[in-house]
């Protein structure tokens, strides 16, 4: 049997990539110089699949080294210690560079590229992965596939039944934590209410379990 490929040599590879930038397949290229980032180890037991870098996880090479990592962190109960911390945390973007903004100042959609040329194998190189957390809808439609809603709220509307399917790993979507989206937080409350003392509990289990196992 192959072994599974090593995540911190994919990473490696990732960091080098400049596929958006030198041969582009959708589209124009990537309009600056790409910076890939991407968090993680092949013991992380939490992924956060999340969109693409903006503008200061560029300039820092940090990821959501803004205040939607903030907000994150607040949804997921854990300090920056922790949140930060690659044997337990991954942190896989659909798209690894900042993708660029479009003429009304908001982040474009992640490179296309990004997650056909990297994707799967990043996933296989993360084998111990207890829970997968699907921020925005380009991840939500990439990891559930048919499963995913009419959108991106009446996905995350579905988060009990998404959570209870048996794959594994499990997976809960969500929504962006950019303090764009404080307009939706509004209109639906459940979100907050009940999906996040849900989200918390999980984290709080799952990192625990890794800590004991140590």
Same mark, same amino acid.
């Given at each position: 049997?192959?072994?599974?490929?090593? =995540?911190?040599? +994919?990473?490696?590879?990732?960091?080098?990539?400049?596929?958006?930038?030198?041969?582009?397949?959708?589209?124009?290229?990537?309009?600056?110089?790409?910076?890939? /980032? /991407?968090?993680?180890?092949?013991?992380?037991?939490?992924?956060?699949?999340?969109?693409?870098?903006?503008?200061?996880?560029?300039?820092?090479?940090?990821? *959501?080294? @803004?205040?939607?990592?903030?907000?994150?962190?607040?949804?997921? $109960?854990?300090?920056?210690?922790? *949140?930060? @911390?690659?044997?337990?945390?991954? /942190?896989?973007?659909?798209?690894?560079?900042?993708? %660029?903004?479009?003429?009304? $100042?908001? #982040?474009?959609?992640?490179?296309?590229?990004?997650?056909?040329?990297?994707?799967?194998?990043? *996933?296989?190189? !993360?084998?111990?992965?207890?829970?997968?957390?699907?921020?925005?809808?380009?991840?939500?439609?990439?990891?559930? $596939?048919?499963? *995913? &809603?009419? %959108? !991106?709220?009446?996905?995350?509307?579905?988060?009990?039944? /998404?959570?209870? #399917?048996?794959?594994?790993?499990?997976? +809960?979507?969500?929504?962006?934590?950019?303090?764009?989206?404080? $307009?939706?937080? &509004?209109?639906?409350?459940? =979100?907050?209410? @009940?999906?996040?003392?849900?989200?918390?509990?999980?984290?709080?289990?799952?990192?625990?379990?890794? @800590?004991? &196992? &140590?």
């Amino acid at each position: 049997m192959d072994s599974l490929p090593n =995540f911190d040599h +994919l990473a490696a590879q990732l960091r080098a990539c400049r596929i958006c930038r030198d041969a582009p397949r959708y589209g124009t290229a990537l309009p600056h110089e790409p910076r890939p /980032i /991407i968090q993680g180890s092949a013991a992380a037991r939490l992924c956060i699949a999340s969109q693409a870098p903006g503008t200061r996880a560029h300039a820092s090479g940090i990821p *959501f080294a @803004d205040r939607s990592g903030t907000r994150l962190r607040h949804w997921l $109960g854990l300090d920056e210690a922790a *949140f930060y @911390d690659a044997s337990k945390v991954a /942190i896989v973007p659909m798209g690894s560079c900042f993708p %660029g903004q479009d003429a009304k $100042g908001g #982040d474009l959609g992640p490179r296309r590229e990004c997650a056909e040329a990297w994707r799967r194998p990043l *996933f296989e190189a !993360l084998p111990n992965l207890g829970l997968v957390l699907l921020i925005g809808q380009y991840a939500q439609a990439w990891h559930l $596939g048919s499963g *995913f &809603k009419d %959108g !991106l709220t009446e996905t995350v509307r579905a988060w009990r039944e /998404i959570l209870a #399917d048996p794959r594994k790993p499990r997976i +809960l979507p969500l929504p962006h934590p950019s303090w764009r989206n404080n $307009g939706w937080l &509004k209109k639906n409350p459940w =979100f907050e209410a @009940d999906l996040l003392p849900r989200l918390q509990t999980e984290v709080c289990e799952l990192l625990q379990a890794a @800590d004991n &196992k &140590k």
